[in-house]
């Protein structure tokens, strides 16, 4: 068949998105963990923590958008892992061989684990809801929340196939989740920054984490924003032209060796 | 006149500071079985990597069905399939949903794939599994199912980097039965080995892989002819046996003079006659064992003797 190559871009994109959806859907037990992790996370500092912590306000709501970030570190895990078994595996080496689009081949994997990461924050909003969390965004708000939490999921997914491309083992793939659920506890998210010593409080104010619960949280409870929407479009924008671009190098490095 | 299979001339290729293939020259015709034969990290891996489009050589020409590998890749690509030395299919996917994937992807249209599935599923044996999770699959059957995807897109040319590899004696066996089957059917193998045996049962053409050349090329037979056939080795109690064995069936005395080796590769009425004829002088051997040359005697023969000169036969 003559077609264009975007296309078959777009084909077999789409292919390899549904092979990523269906490998969650055969080991559901690992989507409930990715989201029943961070569910654990936020009834612990709910109901234990959550009564000596002073946030002005209710503090359900205000670590919503924390537990939803820790939320992607365990399935981008998944996605740097499986990259690396493809990479090492055989597979990707057998699809080169075939007319299928190189970019078709990581993309599927982006955009597989970019419709995992919605799913499981759509699960944990609901979690939220249902022990009191009480959002007071608009319709635009809401916008605004889907298009910083898209943004973030692409960069992140994309950061994590870097991980596996990199990664000789599966297993040192794995090692991804460490470095990303750690960062949320080092911002924001779960405590003001104000509160830590000067030096984490330095870092924490400024790690790309915090600007994005800042935003997230501005816009679903109407805390003040200021600059930290623009923070967290450069971080995240810049951290997703980077990932892609080196994903994309190290992808095509394999074919000259 | 058309181009062959695959040509490939003065192919180079280094990693950092060992060279992996120094002067790689050889053809193929189409319909041909060939077997690239040599011992594990003699650079097979990498010829079949360089033949697939998956790399780049630094030097040297390559072409399938007349499409030049780097140059011509997307067309290449079009009509070869590859089948590396681990199975490469999806361990959570079922049989059949494999097939489907890989079918998509090598932009056959539904119907074509869904077809082709089918036979290919019913061909290698594997209806009853197609809905089953592939980690539930033996070796065995994800080597064949390793296969049967490789076959979805009709390629002209198939690469199978040590299909038998791992695999235990009957699914060797039918594997080899599959290998013949395709060639009936017009297509042209490319097959990597380490087992001279393996070469032997299939290919019509073997080119001999040895430190980063082509150190023989020819049939089965003409390799053979270099280093000698299996032989009927026979050890004696004594001396004196063993001298007379060698004068009945005019054989030189090897070894201490206790040893005499026959060639076995010939009729078994040859065989017969003269373990008769040692039977009538009562003349008992202590021993007798089968032997059949190695990959060992295939390098020892041409690499030692000659210099790694390029043997020519055919
Ligand atoms: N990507 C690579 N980087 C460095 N060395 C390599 C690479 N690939 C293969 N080699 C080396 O090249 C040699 C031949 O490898 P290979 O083609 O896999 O051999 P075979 O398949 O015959 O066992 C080996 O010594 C191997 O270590
Ligand atoms: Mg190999």
């Given at each position: 068949?003559?077609?264009?190559a975007?296309?078959?871009?777009?084909?077999d994109?789409?292919?390899?998105?549904?092979?990523?959806?269906?490998?969650?859907?055969?080991?559901?037990e690992?989507?409930?963990?990715?989201?029943g992790?961070p569910v654990?996370?936020?009834l612990l500092?709910?109901?234990v923590?959550?009564?000596?912590?002073?946030?002005?306000?209710?503090?359900?709501?205000?670590?919503?958008p924390?537990?939803?970030?820790t939320?992607?570190?365990?399935?981008?895990s998944?996605?740097?892992m499986s990259?690396?078994?493809d990479?090492?595996?055989g597979?990707?080496?057998?699809?080169?061989?075939?007319?299928?689009?190189?970019a078709?081949?990581?993309?599927?994997?982006v955009?597989?684990?970019?419709v995992?990461?919605l799913?499981?924050?759509l699960?944990?909003?609901l979690?939220?809801?249902?022990?009191?969390?009480?959002p007071s965004?608009?319709?635009?708000?809401?916008?605004?929340?889907?298009?910083?939490?898209?943004l973030?999921?692409l960069a992140?997914?994309w950061?994590a196939?870097?991980?596996g491309?990199?990664?000789?083992?599966?297993?040192?793939?794995s090692?991804f989740?460490f470095?990303?659920?750690?960062l949320?506890y080092?911002?924001s998210?779960?405590?003001?920054?104000?509160?830590?010593?000067s030096?984490l409080?330095?870092f924490a104010?400024?790690?790309?984490?915090?600007?994005?619960?800042?935003?997230?949280?501005?816009?679903?409870i109407?805390?003040?924003?200021?600059?930290?929407a623009?923070?967290?479009?450069?971080?995240?924008?810049?951290m997703?032209?980077?990932?892609?671009?080196v994903?994309?190098?190290l992808?095509?490095?394999?074919r000259?060796? | 006149?058309?181009?062959?299979?695959?040509q490939?001339?003065?192919?180079?290729k280094?990693?950092?500071?060992?060279?992996v293939?120094?002067d790689?020259s050889?053809?193929?015709?189409r319909?041909?079985?060939?077997a690239?034969?040599?011992?594990?990290?003699?650079?097979k891996?990498?010829?079949?990597?360089?033949?697939s489009t998956l790399i780049q050589a630094?030097?040297g020409?390559?072409s399938?069905?007349?499409?030049?590998?780097?140059?011509?890749?997307d067309?290449?690509?079009?009509?070869i399939s590859?089948?590396?030395?681990?199975?490469?299919?999806d361990e959570?996917?079922t049989?059949?949903?494999?097939?489907h994937?890989m079918?998509?992807l090598?932009?056959?249209?539904?119907?074509?794939?869904?077809r082709?599935a089918?036979?290919?599923l019913t061909l290698?044996?594997?209806t009853?599994?197609?809905?089953?999770?592939?980690?539930?699959?033996?070796?065995?059957?994800?080597r064949k199912l390793?296969?049967?995807?490789s076959l979805?897109g009709?390629?002209?040319?198939?690469?199978?980097?040590?299909?038998?590899?791992?695999l235990d004696p009957?699914s060797r066996?039918?594997?080899w039965?599959?290998i013949?089957?395709?060639?009936?059917e017009?297509?042209?193998?490319?097959?990597t080995?380490?087992?001279?045996?393996?070469?032997?049962?299939?290919a019509?053409k073997?080119?001999?892989?040895?430190?980063?050349?082509i150190?023989a090329?020819?049939?089965?037979?003409?390799?053979?002819?270099?280093?000698g056939e299996?032989?009927l080795?026979?050890?004696?109690?004594?001396?004196?046996?063993?001298?007379?064995?060698?004068?009945l069936?005019?054989?030189?005395?090897?070894?201490?003079?206790?040893q005499?080796?026959?060639p076995?590769?010939?009729?078994?009425?040859s065989?017969?006659?003269?373990l008769n004829?040692?039977?009538?002088h009562?003349?008992?051997?202590?021993?007798?064992?089968?032997?059949?040359?190695?990959?060992d005697?295939?390098?020892?023969?041409?690499?030692?003797?000659?210099?790694?000169?390029?043997?020519?036969?055919?």
């Open positions: 068949m003559r077609r264009s975007l296309y078959w871009t777009l084909h994109s789409g292919m390899m998105t549904i092979r990523s959806i269906r490998h969650m859907l055969r080991s559901p690992s989507l409930l963990l990715s989201v992790l654990m996370l936020m500092f709910v109901y923590f959550g009564g000596a912590i002073q946030t002005g306000g209710e503090y359900i709501n205000y670590i919503v924390g537990v939803i970030v939320c992607v570190g365990y399935g981008s998944m996605t740097a990259v690396a078994l990479m090492n595996g597979l990707f080496d057998r699809l080169r061989s075939m007319p299928a689009r190189p078709a081949l990581l993309g599927g994997h955009l597989g684990t970019y995992k990461s799913l499981g924050t699960l944990v909003f979690c939220a809801i249902a022990i009191g969390f009480r965004a608009t319709l635009l708000d809401w916008l605004g929340i889907f298009a910083i939490l898209s973030f999921l992140i997914s950061l196939v870097v991980f491309l990199v990664a000789g083992s599966a297993e040192t793939a090692a989740s470095f990303i659920m750690f949320p080092v911002s998210a779960f405590v003001p920054t104000e509160t830590m010593p030096w409080h330095a104010a400024h790690q790309p984490m915090t600007p994005l619960i800042e935003t997230l949280r501005g816009l679903l109407g805390t003040p924003i200021g600059n930290q623009v923070w967290a479009v450069v971080w995240f924008g810049g997703l032209l980077l990932s892609a671009t994903a994309s190098i992808f095509h490095r394999r000259k060796v | 006149m058309r181009a062959p299979a695959i490939v001339r003065g192919l180079k280094s990693y950092a500071h060992k060279v293939l120094d790689v050889f053809e193929v015709e319909g041909q079985i060939f690239l034969l040599g011992e594990n990290g003699a650079g891996t990498t010829t079949v990597r360089i033949l630094d030097r020409t390559a399938i069905d007349g499409c030049d590998v780097t140059l011509e890749s067309r290449v690509r079009q009509i590859l089948t590396g030395q681990y199975a490469a299919v959570l996917l049989g059949k949903e494999n097939l994937l079918g998509g090598l932009h056959l249209d539904r119907q074509t794939v869904r082709r089918t036979e290919l290698f044996d594997l009853d599994a197609a809905g089953k999770i592939v980690k539930t699959y033996s070796g065995g059957m994800r390793d296969i049967a995807i979805l009709s390629p002209k040319v198939i690469f199978l980097d040590e299909p038998t590899t791992g009957r066996a039918s594997m039965e599959m013949r089957q395709l060639a009936r017009g297509v042209t193998i490319f097959l080995t380490q087992y001279l045996e393996e070469a032997d049962q299939l019509d073997i080119a001999v892989l040895a430190e980063g050349r150190v090329e020819g049939t089965a037979e003409q390799l053979k002819a270099v280093i299996e032989r080795e026979l050890h004696f109690h004594n001396s004196a046996d063993g001298r007379r064995a060698a004068t069936l005019h054989l030189p005395m090897e070894g201490d003079g206790l005499l080796s026959l076995a590769g010939g009729t078994t009425d065989l017969r006659s003269a004829m040692l039977h009538e009562d003349i008992v051997p202590a021993t007798v064992n089968y032997r059949k040359p190695t990959l005697d295939v390098f020892m023969a041409l690499t030692g003797n000659t210099e790694k000169e390029v043997r020519h036969y055919a």
